[in-house]
T-cell receptor, first 114, second 109 residues
């Protein structure tokens, strides 16, 4: 169990640029989640995959956000035309499929949009 | 659907006890508790499924009142290592967690 890994750890970009983050979940976990966390707040749900299928996407997520999980392994989160309000910590988590399985979080990617 | 946590912050001396509350307006399937230290990822503490059970993790335990849609986290005989922000995550199904805003716990020597 090597844990959930995310890359990069930090990303600074200019407004209007596109960014892509990667998440490698724990290998035997078939559920993968993306959350966003801002200072002083709890993680906010963005989207969820069961294997390669994206089963739910937050209504708060604009069309500028897209996520993929090809082959049910790693996942990418892309933000197009970044805005200053996108600045946050983006957390990836994975879990098994049973209802009592905990989420294992990665260390996150901190995005700063200037 | 975001659960409400209270208090927002608590300061303790080593050895003191504290209770953190989490409440939801919706019927819940489960409640998760996580602790996050500054600059780190949230770390899982425990899960409570509907049924009103109480669980323990060293001197940290929790209860879930299914009828009231409330959960409480109990920190007993606090240690310096208990400092951090505690989040409850609530679920109405078996896969999607909504997190509260967190309770910051500071334990002082």
């Amino acid at each position: 169990d090597t844990g959930v890994s995310q890359d990069p750890r930090h990303k600074i970009t200019k407004r209007g640029q596109n960014v892509t983050f990667r998440c490698d979940p724990i290998s035997e976990h078939n559920r993968l989640y993306w959350y966003r966390q801002t200072l002083g707040q709890g993680p906010e749900f963005l989207t969820y995959f069961q294997n390669e299928a994206q089963l739910e996407k937050s209504r708060l997520l604009s069309d500028r956000f897209s996520a993929e999980r090809p082959k049910g392994s790693f996942s990418t989160l892309e933000i197009q035309r970044t805005e200053q309000g996108d600045s946050a910590m983006y957390l990836c988590a994975s879990s098994l499929s049973t209802g009592d399985s905990p989420l294992h979080f990665g260390n996150g990617t901190r995005l700063t949009v200037t | 659907q975001q659960p409400v946590q209270s208090p927002q912050a608590v300061i303790l001396r080593e050895g003191e006890d504290a209770v953190i509350n989490c409440s939801s307006s919706k019927a819940l399937y489960s409640v998760h508790w996580y602790r996050q230290k500054h600059g780190e990822a949230p770390v899982f503490l425990m899960i409570l499924l509907k049924g009103g059970e109480q669980k323990g993790h060293e001197k940290i335990s929790a209860s879930f009142n299914e009828k009231k849609q409330q959960s409480s986290l109990y920190l007993t005989a606090s240690q310096l290592s208990y400092s951090g922000t505690y989040f409850c995550g609530t679920s109405r199904n078996d896969y999607k967690l909504s997190f509260g805003a967190g309770t910051t716990v500071t334990v002082r020597a």
